[in-house]
């Protein structure tokens, strides 16, 4: 947990100073939720939460960093099972938009309110700070998926309602940003 932390804050850092690099190459986003499901399939089937992972058929290449992609995908897919009680479920699907890769994350978790939905892509902010707080979580996660996707020429957006679930989009363009 401590390492997962130092490694967010330095690329938190390289990202604000200017000195993140990006690894542009060409790949399919299947790899990519390959890789995401057999990561979080474990942490998905011990709370007994459905991961469905739908890619649109005319969705081919895209050109991106392959591993700052994993990582945002990485952060809004754990974090989806995370707030999502037992039998929930996780849909990840991914799409082509206007030559632009639309992804979206959605759960039937527990949803997060308008007025907190201001402060989710700040950093070291948790919506529950409380000492006894059920969720752990350094508060960077969110906030290094929207950096990430902004060097990417992206942006990411939240639609959510306490008790209803959320729905994390993000889009990035499918060439190499100019």
Not at 50 to 79: C, G, H, P, R, W
Request: charged share 25%.
């Amino acid at each position: 947990h401590l390492l997962t932390l130092i490694n967010d804050i330095l690329d938190l850092s390289k990202v604000d100073s200017g000195k993140m690099q990006i690894s542009y190459e060409k790949f399919t986003i299947n790899e990519v939720f390959t890789d995401i499901r057999n990561n979080l399939a474990n942490f998905a089937i011990s709370k007994s939460i459905t991961l469905n992972f739908e890619v649109e058929a005319d969705l081919t290449d895209i050109y991106a960093d392959k591993l700052k992609l994993k990582q945002i995908l990485y952060n809004l897919v754990s974090n989806a099972i995370k707030f999502t009680s037992e039998q929930g479920s996780v849909y990840i699907s991914a799409s082509a938009r206007s030559n632009r890769l639309h992804v979206e994350v959605r759960d039937t978790g527990i949803g997060i309110n308008t007025e907190d939905q201001k402060k989710l892509f700040s950093a070291f902010t948790q919506l529950d700070s409380t000492y006894s707080r059920k969720y752990q979580g350094s508060g960077l996660g969110l906030v290094l998926v929207k950096k990430f996707v902004e060097i990417h020429g992206g942006r990411v957006w939240v639609e959510s309602e306490s008790g209803k679930g959320s729905n994390f989009i993000f889009e990035i363009p499918l060439c190499e940003a100019t």
